[in-house]
Every structure is written in structure tokens, then in C-alpha cells.
């Protein structure tokens, strides 16, 4: 059993917590524990709210879920000997949820809170949660479904320099200024609301909050990545910005849908990851690596047989739109919602199934003009009734998603 360096304690919030987690990049947020290259640890870590989300069968908690606290990452975790050029390699052991603690949750995010890949179709906050049975996944909110999840790490990545950290805020800022709104204002620009600085606290806290960026998006130094198949037994080669290294992790998940679609996709769970790490020398440079590579597990993963939708850059309009992923996408989803919805299941119900199981989205052709071609690929083993478009269709209710009392 690997050692814990770093443990959770569910019934205390965040700021209480001992080592306390942080919900920023900064690279002042100072190391919490370290370790030698070759070292095996296990870190718990609270589920990426903070405890804000709670098993019960309303959906009060995502409507009024504060976006200024997410994510809560554990660490930072000092590598002795890491130097900024070098890559850290971390292997992911073991990930599963915290002893007592075997639930997890997927969210709609309502329209006033935050987005989600189709917030007009469903703009409402919902929410499902699941009950984790070793490999297995279940809902008493979505019935006749149960899949077996890839458990990996939503965020994870090393803490930038300040000349990193000063070019994320200046490009995004830009990006928010041109496409802002709420939303984007809420989870870009930095914010000293909502922030929990690791061990640091009072006015020092408050003056780095002011410019450390959220931890929202997927950036060169790892970050909320959501590769569902960095699960147990896979490899991140990380680039080090900083002496140390300074590796945090959070936002566990038990599965996820590529895409991550609804907004509070996946299944949330706090929960602990086992690691292993390394180093390369210098191995920005000796290997050209400048932003993460993932190497999935050497076993076999998923499902065998799937149903796979389509989408185009031709909106729900009948509006053509050239080269869009965004848009194909969003159609590939809206044709897997549709054909679940004639068995029994709602459009909310299919929206978060897309988001919760292992559902496999790709890009599958960018170059014919002038359209991108899109993929969401369904697991049909994951339902207790056949899906297949030959079967007869089963119409009855399946379950209802927590909504707001």
C-alpha cells in the first residue's frame, strides 16, 4: 500500500482541510510534501466542488453550485532534483473512490451558472448520481444503465513559471474580452473570490488570487485535461516550468463521455490516486515535448460493440457553418440523444448519459469541404435492453433526473 502524503477528511470544507488543497495556478502557492524521482504515493483528493455536491435527489446544489471554487487540486507535490526543462513522468497505479464515499455525481449546469454543449435545449440544472460498485457505475436517477468506468484524474499537471503564467493571462484575457460573458468572465479571468491558495492565507493569498488563473481549462502544463483514458496504468509526460516540479492533482472521476458535454460532466467523486514519478533531464529539450503527452494503459479498453452518430457542420437551422467541430459535434449529440429518447429515456437523461459513460467522441475527417465530420460512439452492452435501430422500441420511463425543490 503506497504511502498517503496527502489526505482528505470529507466531513471538514476545503479551507479546513490538512495540507489545505488550492484552486489556483501559481507558482507561489508553496509545496505541501515531496518526494524523490522514483517514489510511489498515494494522494486523496475532494471531489473537484469541494463538497458543494451531495448525494440526494435534489438538484439544488448544482443550480446554486459556486463556479469560483472549482477545481480542488491536491498538492503541490515537490520532485527533488526537477528543473524547469525537464519532464515529469508520472504513472497513474490506481485511482477509485474514498473508502465510504462510494458515489458520484453528474451534472446539467443551469443556464444562469455556467454552459454546457447543448444549454438551450437544456437549460435547467439536473443532476444524477451514481453509485460505484468496484468497476461498475449505477443511477436510481437513470435506469437500465450500468457501465463500467475508467477512473483517471480530470485536472492534473505542474505549476507554471511566472513568464507561463503572465502568457496565460494575457491571451485569455484577450479571449474573454471578445467572447465573454458570464460564464467565461467566471471561469478565465482570475478572481480572488472563490479562491483557496494552498497553505497561504490574508493578504498574500489575496494579492497572487488577483493573477493566478483558473484551473477551468487544459493548458501546456497539463491542467483540466479530462483525457478519460489517462486511467490506471497509463503514463503523462509532464513539462516542469518551476524548481520541483510542483505536481497537482484533482477532479477524480469515476467515468466520463469525451467531451464532458453537460457542463458538470463525467462522474465527480473524491477519491484517491496512487503515482509514481520520474524524471527526464532536460527532456523538453532532448525530446522536443513542450505541452503534456499521455500514453494510455497497455490493456485492452472499453466496450466491443458500439452505435456511432454522426454530425456535420449544418446546424439544427439547416445552417451551414465551414469547418466547425463545435457545431459537428453538437449535432453527433443531438442524434444519440434523439435515438435514446424513443426508448424511454428523456432528452436531460440522454444529454447526461453522453456525458457520464465511457462514450467515445471523435473527429473523423477535416478536410472535406465544408464540413467536419464528427462521431459519438455509444456502448450498447452498457443498457439492460436492446438499442440496436432493429429492435423494437421500449418506450416506458426510466428513472427521473434530481431537479431543483
Keep these: 500500500m503506497p504511502t498517503t502524503l496527502i489526505g482528505v477528511d470529507l466531513r471538514r470544507p476545503p479551507e479546513e482541510q490538512h495540507p489545505r488543497p488550492h484552486n489556483r495556478w501559481h507558482p507561489e502557492i508553496p509545496a505541501v510534501v515531496s518526494v524523490d524521482p522514483g ?4 494522494l486523496e483528493c475532494l471531489d473537484l466542488s469541494g463538497g458543494q455536491i451531495v448525494n440526494s435527489d435534489s438538484a439544488d446544489d448544482v443550480r446554486d453550485l459556486d463556479l469560483s471554487q472549482l477545481h480542488y487540486l491536491s498538492g503541490p507535490v515537490h520532485v527533488n532534483g ?5 519532464l515529469l513522468v508520472v504513472d497513474v497505479l490506481d485511482i477509485g473512490p474514498l473508502s465510504g464515499a462510494e458515489w458520484g455525481y453528474t451534472g446539467i449546469l443551469d443556464r444562469h451558472t455556467g454552459t454546457g454543449l447543448l444549454t438551450d435545449e437544456y437549460p435547467e ?4 448520481i451514481w453509485d460505484l460498485n468496484g468497476i461498475y457505475g449505477t443511477s436510481r436517477h437513470l435506469e437500465g444503465v450500468r457501465f463500467a468506468g475508467l477512473p483517471h484524474p480530470g485536472t492534473i499537471g505542474c505549476a507554471p513559471s511566472m513568464e507561463r ?6 491571451r485569455e484575457l484577450a479571449v474573454a474580452s471578445t467572447h465573454g460573458g458570464r460564464f467565461v468572465s467566471g471561469t478565465v479571468i482570475p478572481q ?8 497561504l492565507r490574508g ?3 489575496d494579492r497572487l488570487a488577483r493573477e493566478a488563473p483558473r484551473t477551468w481549462a487544459a493548458r501546456e502544463n497539463g491542467g483540466n485535461i479530462d483525457v478519460k483514458e489517462l486511467a490506471r496504468g497509463s503514463r503523462a509526460f509532464l513539462p516542469v516550468y518551476v524548481p520541483g516540479a510542483n505536481l497537482s492533482v484533482g477532479d477524480l472521476q469515476f467515468s466520463q463521455g469525451d467531451g464532458k458535454v453537460t457542463g458538470l460532466g463525467g462522474v465527480k467523486m473524491a477519491g484517491y490516486i496512487d503515482l509514481h514519478v520520474e524524471l527526464i533531464p532536460d527532456g523538453m529539450n532532448r525530446t522536443g515535448i513542450v505541452t503534456p503527452v499521455f500514453e494510455p494503459a497497455p490493456v485492452e479498453r472499453g466496450y466491443a460493440e458500439y452505435l456511432t452518430f454522426q454530425g456535420i457542420s449544418v446546424d439544427e437551422n439547416d445552417t451551414q457553418h465551414y469547418l466547425d467541430v463545435w457545431v459537428a459535434y ?12 424513443r426508448y424511454g429515456f428523456t432528452g436531460e437523461q440522454a444529454y447526461v448519459l453522453l456525458a457520464a459513460a465511457p462514450i467515445h467522441g471523435h473527429i473523423s475527417c477535416m478536410l472535406e469541404h465544408p464540413n467536419v465530420c464528427c462521431t459519438v460512439a455509444l456502448p450498447t452492452a452498457i443498457f439492460d435492453f436492446d438499442v440496436n435501430p432493429r429492435a423494437d422500441i421500449r418506450s416506458a420511463p426510466r428513472g427521473e433526473l434530481a431537479r431543483p425543490t
Design 82 to 86: 526537477a528543473r524547469p526543462g525537464d
Design 39 to 42: 517514489a510511489v504515493f498515494r
Design 165 to 170: 503564467m503572465a502568457r496565460w493571462n494575457r
Design 330 to 341: 453538437r449535432m453527433a449529440c443531438r442524434s444519440a440523444i434523439r435515438h435514446l429518447q
Design 125 to 128: 440544472a439536473r443532476k444524477a
Design 192 to 199: 480572488v473570490d472563490g479562491a483557496v491558495m494552498g497553505e
Design 203 to 205: 493578504e498574500i493569498a
